[in-house]
């Protein structure tokens, strides 16, 4: 075997511990994004461990197509920090082994990465939007009866706030009721009854409240007059499909789309409106953010060779600088893309054309032993590392 090998091997296997942990801790991070979420829905609808594991299976593949590409490029960047710091990399270069020549591993890697990311915004994603709109779909009709609670303000249905302080399960009786309903452009009406019966139809998503002895208040706002009735008995409908669609409704969204559909929509659309352009931006999307892979890890190379005067947290801070750098860049992308004010081809492979040529310029100004950065950003970085490297003094 010869040393060219040996060193492919060894950067290799150093590139996966780091790639793992950074993997399970922004993994972490993104799905904290959910809990609130999750969290409406089991205070709701009382849904089970299970249920909560398959929304959160479900809904990995969207977070692994960002985190993916940001773990690769962190692994590769810790990678050859540790090895900048432990002068491993001097002692290549003395036995006469080029910067060029650390590439290959780095290459294969990112590229795995990509194949992975790849899949998961191909395959992955269309399948866990559709699995997880069935899921909560057939959570919130399993379990419709108990999406009330006692002494608990209910927004779940649009336009109409409930509240009920007491609920009896067995009989579906209900006591001391309170809604307000806002459905009525320009009317606000106010429903109190002391006494109501609950009605429910799964199958369509909801409720009819019988409400017995109570009281109506209409206010227009429009003429701006109020009205009392009472009633002896007063029946109010209650929908939920409006907030909850079940997954053969309506269109698919562009992310639940496949390949084969999203070509097809985009073939078959003849006005070019809002609509298309996301759809357009996502086609481009499952392919760019794979090459994100390779771009950001060509770019970690230098970054790492060059940080080895400061501490690893310093390169990992530039390292984020970058990955925030190349978010923002998408985000203008998908902004600008959906009004249509450049094309999406350019709005999703632009960033990783900035990322991976600036990676290319750097790591080209490594190989030459020049500085990567222009004399006033490198001074700044030089000031900053400095004070990282001493917290203690002052400036």
């Known amino acids: 075997m010869n040393s060219h090998a040996i060193i492919n091997r060894y950067i290799m296997k150093e590139m996966v511990a780091p790639f793992v942990l950074t993997l399970t801790f922004f993994t972490f991070i993104f799905m904290m994004t959910q809990i609130l979420e999750i969290t409406q829905l089991v205070v709701n609808f009382n849904i089970s461990v299970i249920s909560i594991g398959l929304m959160l299976a479900y809904s990995m593949p969207f977070f692994l197509a960002f985190i993916i590409p940001m773990s690769v490029m962190m692994a590769v960047l810790l990678t050859f920090l540790r090895l900048s ?181 985009l073939r078959n659309r003849q006005q070019k409106d809002a609509r298309y352009y996301l759809a357009l931006m996502e086609w481009h999307k499952k392919f760019a953010l794979p090459f994100a892979c390779l771009a950001l890890g060509v770019l970690a190379v230098p970054l790492g060779i060059k940080s080895q005067a400061s501490r690893q947290s310093f390169g990992v801070g530039l390292g984020l600088i970058f990955f925030l750098l190349y978010y923002i860049l998408l985000s203008i992308g998908w902004v600008f893309g959906e009004a249509g004010v450049y094309p999406p081809l350019v709005g999703m492979w632009l960033p990783n054309v900035v990322m991976g040529g600036m990676g290319v310029f750097m790591l080209a100004r490594a190989v030459q032993e020049r500085p990567i950065f222009p004399a006033a950003l490198r001074r700044l970085f030089v000031r900053k590392g400095r004070r990282t490297a001493n917290p203690k003094t002052r400036t």
Request: no cysteine.
């Open 85 to 265: 710091s432990d002068n491993e990399i001097t002692a290549l270069k003395a036995g006469g082994v080029s910067v060029y020549a650390l590439l290959p591993p780095v290459l294969i890697f990112s590229v795995i990465a990509g194949l992975l990311t790849g899949f998961m915004t191909i395959y992955g994603l269309p399948k866990g939007r559709l699995a997880l709109k069935k899921l909560v779909y057939n959570v919130a009709v399993s379990n419709l009866d108990i999406g009330l609670k006692e002494r608990t303000f209910n927004d779940s249905f649009k336009g109409v706030m409930l509240y009920v302080n007491r609920i009896d399960k067995r009989s579906k009786e209900l006591q001391d009721i309170f809604i307000e309903d806002q459905r009525s452009q320009g009317v606000v009406t106010t429903v109190v009854a002391p006494q109501g019966r609950l009605f429910s139809d799964p199958a369509a998503l909801a409720y009819q409240l019988r409400l017995f002895n109570g009281t109506i208040n209409q206010v227009d706002l429009q003429s701006r007059s109020a009205h009392a009735i009472r009633f002896d008995t007063y029946d109010i409908n209650l929908n939920l499909s409006r907030t909850i669609t079940p997954e053969a409704d309506g269109p698919k969204d562009e992310e639940e789309m496949g390949l084969g559909e999203l070509r097809n929509y």
